[in-house]
C-alpha cells in the first residue's frame, strides 16, 4: 500500500489548552526544543528561525481545532488527495490533467501530480472563483441601481 501525502494531526481540547499557552516564538533570540528520546536520552535542538514560523503556524491552527498536513512542495500526490486539496471531485481532477491544466506522470497505471503544480492550479481556480464572485456582484448592483 503506498503512502499517503494527506496526513492530518489534530489535538484533543486537553492538548489545545497546552498548546495556546506557549509564548510567541519569534520573539525569542534563539529557539531550543528539549527532546527526551524512547531510551531516556535528553538533547536540546535549536530551531532555525524558518521552521519557527512555521512551527508557530501550526501550533495557530492547531489550538483552533483545525487539522493540519505539512507537506513538501515536491511530493507527488494522488488524484483524490489533488481533489481534497482543490476542493473538487477527482473526475475533475483526472479531466484536468486529461486536458493538460495539471501536469502528472504514470507510477505504473497511477497518475501522481507534483504538489507545487496543485497548488498553482489551486491559486488560477481561486483567482477564477473571485473573479466570477465580482462579476456577480458588479451584476447585482447593476440590476439594484438601473433595474437590468
Do not use: C, W
Request: glycine share 6%.
Amino acid at each position: 500500500m503506498a503512502a499517503h501525502a494527506l496526513h492530518f494531526v489534530s489535538l484533543s481540547g486537553q492538548n489545545r489548552g497546552k498548546v495556546e499557552q506557549l509564548p510567541r516564538l519569534a520573539d525569542a533570540e534563539v529557539v531550543e526544543m528539549h527532546v527526551r528520546t524512547k531510551a531516556g536520552d535528553d538533547r536540546t535542538v535549536t530551531v532555525p528561525h524558518a521552521a519557527v514560523a512555521l512551527i508557530e503556524t501550526m501550533f495557530a491552527s492547531l489550538s483552533r481545532g483545525e487539522r493540519v498536513a505539512v507537506l513538501s512542495e515536491d511530493a507527488e500526490i494522488t488524484p483524490n488527495e489533488a481533489a481534497v486539496i482543490l476542493g473538487i471531485s477527482r473526475p475533475l481532477v483526472v479531466h484536468r490533467m486529461d486536458i493538460g491544466d495539471l501536469p502528472f506522470r504514470y507510477v505504473g497505471k497511477h497518475r501522481r501530480a507534483r504538489l507545487a503544480d496543485v497548488l498553482a492550479l489551486k491559486a488560477k481556480l481561486d483567482e477564477q472563483r473571485s473573479a466570477v464572485k465580482a462579476l456577480a456582484q458588479d451584476t447585482h448592483d447593476l440590476a439594484k441601481t438601473y433595474g437590468v
